[in-house]
């Protein structure tokens, strides 16, 4: 069974970068997107991007100057680089897989991320 | 304001049918497949439906998925105690420059 399991620093001051960490148990990423998700009261769930697998990526327009995504095959992880974070970015972030077929069909814990001076 | 337009809330007794519409255009569920998803209190999303009417392995078939044009339906029928959960969907959104979007999700009681 594939299991997602996130970390990153949870408190941040304004304009710091977010910094998440998704590892992948139990499958290897090959073949796969891996996406990260946020979700807040005031903005509902919010696509932020993926990854593919041979690291090409798909931002977001909205988050796209700010966003970075990485992936290293080796240890089976995928990251999240947000930089100059403000309050609107404070959420729960999730990581997430996506397939040829189906669409984050496994997430990951969620980690909330507060963005506060 | 989400590009995907879901009621807020939902309800239902147990035994009962409930749908919950979720509502596009021709950029997103009128060309796209679209996603649903439950969330428990505390939890995160579980994909219940995929591609239009599709169940994963495990979702029981009290839950099915439809689509006309640029809205789709979750249905639950034989509604339980343990269905009580918010409800999203999701579609690809095809404007400028593409993105995966969500409902606002629907929050269902089970009276």
């Known amino acids: 069974q594939v299991q997602l399991q996130q970390w990153g620093a949870g408190l941040l001051k304004p304009s710091e970068t977010l910094s998440l960490t998704c590892g992948v148990y139990g499958e290897s990423l090959s073949g796969y997107s891996w996406s990260w998700i946020r979700q807040s009261p005031g903005r509902g769930l919010e696509w932020i991007g993926e990854?593919?697998?041979?690291?090409?990526?798909t931002y977001s327009p909205s988050l796209k100057s700010r966003v970075t995504m990485s992936i290293d095959t080796s240890k089976d992880q995928f990251s999240l680089k947000l930089s100059s974070v403000t309050a609107a970015d404070t959420a729960v972030y999730y990581c997430?897989?996506?397939?040829?077929?189906?669409?984050?069909?496994?997430w990951g814990q969620g980690t909330l991320v507060t963005v506060s001076s | 304001q989400s590009v995907l337009t879901q009621p807020p809330s939902a309800s239902g007794t147990p035994g009962q049918r409930v749908t919950i519409s979720c509502s596009g255009n021709t950029s997103n569920i009128g060309t796209y497949y679209v996603y649903w998803y439950q969330q428990l209190p505390g939890a995160a999303p579980k994909l219940l439906i995929y591609r239009d009417n599709q169940r994963p392995s495990g979702v029981p078939d009290r839950f099915s998925g439809s689509k006309s044009g640029t809205s789709a339906s979750l249905a639950i029928s034989g509604l339980r105690s343990e269905d009580e959960a918010d409800y999203f969907c999701a579609a690809w959104h095809d404007s400028l420059s593409g993105r995966w979007v969500f409902g606002g999700g629907t929050k269902l009681t089970v009276l």
């Open positions: 990854i593919h697998y041979s690291g090409s990526t």
């Open positions: 997430a897989r996506n397939s040829t077929e189906y669409l984050f069909d496994f």
